[in-house]
């Protein structure tokens, strides 16, 4: 059975006429969806009884479901959720302060295989649909407290979004939308690992979504190490994305997981400069959050505060802006993608 959050509005007006409902009545049902977040047919109060149980003879409401959570101390929660299909993926739920940022994902897996991600570990499987995409943010924002909503959304989580734009642009409607979820398209960041076609693509989406470019290493040998797929020089990437900046006034972040002498090495932190001091932008570190598998078998070492600050520092003194990342839920399967690789080995 299809779920009503893969319908669009024409879509799901069409469904309710074919039910024996008015047009109108296809946006009543929406809004109990996306703005109220229901699960149940029984609970849209406002649609007849009538053409509430014939829908929910073709319909289900949503299509994924919580299969487990993880709560870190800090109070990051780790969501694995289930997909009709039996497929599983994660979101996070990261509160900071007034803030709580929700990390989604965009495939099942990950074809990239960066070499210190879980998520890349066993491939793509297949890509989310827009309902997929979007229905992360209604499952998270129903494990929140009363008197917390999600302020910011990241899509960095399984998968790489520029190559299931046809899901993701949509489902990023849907959460936008007013009649939607609501969220600003300021509040809403998409990571990439650097493909420009896509890139150009994405920069043609109206509302502007701020671009966020998992870099990694500015030199091309080292970051085929660390991100063996790539095939696109950085150079080409960081045109790109300096041409989304030129297009929508939105300053790209580069994030940098770093990797204790992989690339937190003087020398990288120079290519770095070299390739993007004199550009508008923000480098964002990230130490890198030790999935055990990965450490044991690929020898990868977080670095410590001492090697991360001088990168840092190296970084600043180029002229960059450079921010580093808290490490979150350290204590609780944090890394990306290893809630389900630990759901998958144990299983
Ligand atoms: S870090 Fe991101 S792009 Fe790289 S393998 Fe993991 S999910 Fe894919």
Redo the contacts with the bound molecule.
């Keep these: 059975m299809r779920a009503l959050t893969e319908l669009t509005d024409a879509e799901l007006a069409a469904a309710v006429q074919h039910h024996g409902g008015q047009p109108f009545q296809g946006r009543q049902v929406s809004h109990w969806v996306w703005k109220h977040g229901v699960t149940d047919f029984a609970a849209m109060r406002n649609v007849p009884a009538r053409l509430r149980q014939d829908l929910a003879t073709a319909f289900t409401v949503r299509s994924t479901q919580v299969a487990k959570r993880d709560l870190a101390d800090d109070g990051t929660q780790k969501l694995l959720l289930a997909l009709a299909d039996g497929e599983t993926i994660e979101c996070v739920l990261i509160p900071d302060g007034d803030r709580t940022t929700l990390c989604v994902s965009t495939q099942v897996g990950?074809p990239?295989?960066?070499v210190f991600?879980a998520?890349?570990l066993f491939g793509v499987r297949r890509n989310l649909t827009a309902g997929e995409i979007a229905e992360q943010v209604l499952v998270a924002r129903a494990e929140l407290p009363a008197d917390r909503s999600i302020t910011n959304l990241v899509v960095m989580g399984?998968?790489?979004p520029m190559l299931n734009l046809d899901a993701l642009l949509p489902a990023l409607q849907r959460i936008h939308a007013a009649d939607g979820i609501g969220m600003g398209a300021r509040r809403i960041t998409v990571s990439t690992?650097g493909y420009p076609r896509q890139m150009e693509r994405f920069a043609a989406a109206d509302p502007s979504y701020n671009l966020a470019v998992?870099l990694h290493a500015a030199d091309d040998t080292l970051r085929k190490q660390l991100?063996p797929t790539a095939s696109t020089p950085v150079r080409e990437i960081v045109a790109a994305a300096h041409r989304y900046f030129g297009q929508k006034g939105r300053e790209v972040t580069y994030e940098v997981v770093l990797l204790e002498g992989r690339n937190d090495r003087p020398q990288d932190a120079e290519a770095m400069v070299e390739t993007l001091g004199a550009l508008p932008c923000t480098v964002n570190l990230i130490p890198w959050n030790p999935v055990e598998e990965i450490a044991a078998q690929r020898g990868l070492r977080r670095p410590g505060t001492a090697r991360v600050d001088a990168f840092a520092e190296l970084l600043r003194s180029g002229g960059l802006k450079v921010t580093v990342r808290r490490q979150r839920g350290a204590d609780r399967s944090a890394a990306?993608?290893q809630l389900r690789l630990r759901t998958q080995t144990s299983a």
């Design positions: 990950c990239v295989a960066c991600c998520s890349g399984m998968g790489e690992s998992s991100v990306c993608g």
